[in-house]
């Protein structure tokens, strides 16, 4: 599958444009990010658009996959949760030990 899309430089690039026109392909691909959407309002620059070809997966993998992703997501926010609850849990604790020592 091949599809066009365009080239930006991000905000905190450090890239010059005499840099950019001077590397090569493959330095550039790890500089530059690549989306369709409009991030000139978000500090980036645009530079040009790309044609990337890829090959896609197939469907069972890419269920396999998302279900990793999933996975690692929810283990993010178990482990967000419970630092939020063991901080209440804290707050709580000590507002109890200044009632008991009353």
């Known amino acids: 599958m ?8 991000t905000k905190h690039s450090r ?3 005499e840099e950019v026109v001077n590397a090569t392909g493959e330095q550039l691909v790890d500089a ?5 959407l409009d991030m ?3 500090g980036y620059t645009k530079i040009g658009t790309a044609t ?10 890419m269920i396999d996959n998302k279900i990793v ?6 283990q993010t926010v178990k ?4 630092v939020k609850v063991q901080k209440l849990e804290d707050q709580l ?7 008991v020592s009353k």
């Open 32 to 36: 530059v990010s690549f989306t369709n």
């Open 52 to 61: 990337i070809e890829f090959d896609l997966i197939d469907r069972n993998t």
């Open 2 to 9: 091949k599809v066009t899309i365009t080239a930006w430089l």
């Open 79 to 82: 482990a967000d949760a419970q």
């Open 93 to 99: 604790n000590s507002l109890l030990a200044i009632e």
């Open 15 to 17: 890239l010059t444009p």
């Open 40 to 42: 000139a309002s978000n």
């Open 69 to 74: 992703s999933l996975r690692a997501e929810l």
